[in-house]
């Protein structure tokens, strides 16, 4: 094949792609030190990556606090009951849509993907949720304007159209329903695909801030008091304040919100290996579609 | 030659019959008709809105009750102090956005193909799409932190650079290369798969031919992934108005909002702000028009210039 003797160029990139990992990381590397190292001492120079002195308070501080607390608990109840809800309603509705003996396939299939390319826009969306239909405030705003993602459907849809009809047929004479080859067969095979929507939903609920922003301010996830934090922070620091040393209190806005942002964080890095191995399978699943 | 049409299936008759046959099916899928007619396209008919005048008051009046203005709302809209330079923001960040995006996306996956350390690759491309999975609140409150004045870029180089404190359009610049680090690794993912599907006959007819590797890149892989690229750029052009309020926002301040703001911004400041809901229906409404108009432009042009078209 290919001779593979390393040139110049080679060690070029090598260290080219050194300095992109470099700038990827580096970020995350400075955010983590800040929110492990003494308040005080962080004030002097943000610039670093392994603490100067090490502290845990700011984390203590964070999960201590009872305004910090209910918003984590319900950033995971969240994404937990959106992840079972979206997966299953998905995978239900992806099998219905894969049986081309059904008398409405054709017309629900085009009804469910014109939604794809046209939306009515943030101001009717809002109108609808708050007034109509007043779900402002409630837990289930979370929950219902997002629970199916048609794209996802479409995916699974396709991943179903693979599978060997002889599996249905089989189930079928042996006097199955629908609802049981859905529950029984379909579902259970589809677990490749049901790992990539499962993330896919996951991290769109654990992520999403407009929601609480728009819909629901008095239930706050961990997204919405990062921004709050971030927004406050900008007020309440007052550097004269800082520079005559009035500011004694072993926590600063600074610190807890580099502490915030780890574990906001955090998920996402215990899920990625998961992401990783999905997501890009998944990606390109789409893509050749059709 | 008329090709010989594929025999149908034949063609369900709608019967009583049949419904009962398929009620598991028909039950396993309606609810979610009914949930999807509720939560898309009923804001879809709010669309009306947009001609009409509709403040706190008047919403709870039935649709045909409320007065019919015409368009007035959008005339309000475009004479809105704050719209020339909306829409002047919009466009700068779009398009430097797009250009920015896919020079980042292609030059990454150029350099990574060109890697011969499989693991070395690996290591890289996996680190290089984590940013993508992260929150916007998140990357603004990493950002914040690095870019302020006095923040850790500054202290590492000891400059004054006032990334995130000057009132021009600087702004724009920073936000899409923030946006660039988010995603450079992502998009780059579309092209490297492209670059896979190049035939590796080719690169081996130019070597016979003595074509060393900035030549091949130059005169096979980028040609092979000019397809895609085209194909992206069309879609890119026609969200060119969409871009997108939650990063707008987290990421600006009181000093750059002039220059952050964007229309998806000023629709919500107008219309849930100031509680004026036919503008802001108005300027949504504007603004998904313009986009499928731009679409359409862009496909058109990517025909007539003998590139592959998106439709």
């Known amino acids: 094949m290919l001779e593979k003797k390393k040139g110049i160029f080679d060690y070029i990139l090598l260290v080219l792609f050194c300095g992109m990992i470099f700038i990827t990381v580096y970020p995350f590397l400075n955010v983590l030190a800040i929110s492990l190292n003494d308040p005080m001492d962080t004030m002097r120079n943000v610039n670093f990556i392994i603490p100067r002195k090490f502290t845990l308070s700011n984390y203590q501080y964070v999960f201590t606090s009872n305004n910090m607390l209910k918003p984590f608990a319900l950033s995971v109840l969240k994404t937990l009951v959106g992840t079972g809800i979206g997966v299953v309603f998905t995978s239900m509705l992806a099998y219905v849509l894969s049986r081309k003996d059904f008398y409405f396939n054709k017309s629900f299939t085009i009804i469910f993907i014109i939604t794809m390319y046209v939306s009515g826009g943030m101001i009717p969306e809002y109108l609808l949720i708050m007034r109509t239909l007043k779900m402002g405030n409630n837990f289930w705003v979370y929950i219902i304007p997002g629970m199916i993602w048609v794209y996802n459907v479409i995916l699974m849809r396709s991943f179903i159209e693979g599978m060997p009809m002889a599996l249905q047929e089989a189930a079928k004479i042996d006097g199955a329903n629908d609802l049981v080859i859905w529950s029984r067969i379909i579902f259970p095979l589809c677990k490749p695909v049901l790992a990539t929507v499962a993330l896919f939903v996951a991290v769109g609920q654990w992520n999403s801030f407009m929601d609480t922003y728009l819909y629901a301010r008095e239930l706050p996830t961990l997204q919405y008091i990062l921004y709050e934090i971030i927004e406050n922070a900008q007020i309440k620091i007052d550097p004269h304040a800082a520079a005559l040393g009035q500011v004694k209190n072993a926590v600063s806005p600074m610190s807890v919100r580099m502490a915030v942002t780890v574990i906001a964080t955090v998920p996402i890095l215990v899920v990625y290996p998961f992401l990783q191995k999905y997501f890009v399978g998944g990606m390109t699943l789409g893509a050749v579609k059709d | ?311």
């Not at chain 2, 009750?65 to 909306?86: C, H, M, P, S, Y």
């Not at chain 2, 993912?189 to 896979?196: C, E, P, Q, T, V």
């Not at chain 2, 990063?247 to 009181?254: C, D, E, F, I, K």
């Open chain 2, 1 to 311: 030659m008329k090709k010989p049409k594929k025999q149908k299936e034949a063609k369900q008759k709608f019967s009583m019959e049949l419904m009962w046959k398929q009620r598991y099916l028909l039950m396993m899928s309606v609810p979610f008709l009914i949930w999807l007619i509720i939560f898309k396209y009923v804001p879809l008919w709010g669309w009306i809105m947009a001609f009409q005048e509709v403040v706190p008051k008047s919403f709870a009046l039935p649709v045909w009750e409320r007065r019919f203005v015409g368009f007035k709302n959008f005339i309000d809209a475009f004479t809105d102090r704050l719209f020339a330079q909306t829409m002047i923001n919009t466009i700068g960040i779009s398009i430097l956005g797009i250009v920015i995006g896919t020079a980042a996306a292609v030059i990454f996956a150029l350099f990574l193909n060109e890697i011969r350390m499989e693991g070395f690759k690996k290591v890289t491309q996996t680190v290089s799409y984590l940013p993508h999975f992260v929150s916007w609140v998140i990357i603004a409150s990493i950002a914040k932190m690095l870019l302020n004045d006095g923040g850790a870029i500054e202290t590492m180089f000891g400059v004054k650079l006032h990334l995130m404190s000057t009132n021009s359009p600087l702004f724009w610049v920073v936000v899409c290369l923030i946006n660039a680090w988010k995603e450079v690794g992502w998009d780059a993912i579309i092209y490297l798969s492209a670059m896979a599907g190049i035939d590796q006959g080719i690169y081996e007819a130019a070597k016979v031919d003595g074509a060393n590797r900035f030549q091949q890149m130059w005169h096979i892989t980028l040609p092979g992934i000019k397809p895609t690229a085209i194909v992206l750029l069309i879609m890119s052009v026609g969200s060119a108005l969409n871009v997108g309020m939650e990063r707008q926002m987290l990421l600006s301040n009181g000093i750059v909002q002039d220059h952050a703001m964007v229309l998806s911004w000023f629709a919500y400041v107008r219309g849930i702000g100031s509680n004026n809901y036919g503008l802001g229906t108005a300027i949504g409404m504007f603004q998904s028009v313009v986009g499928i108009i731009l679409l359409f432009i862009a496909n058109k042009v990517a025909g007539m210039i003998g590139e592959s078209k998106l439709v």
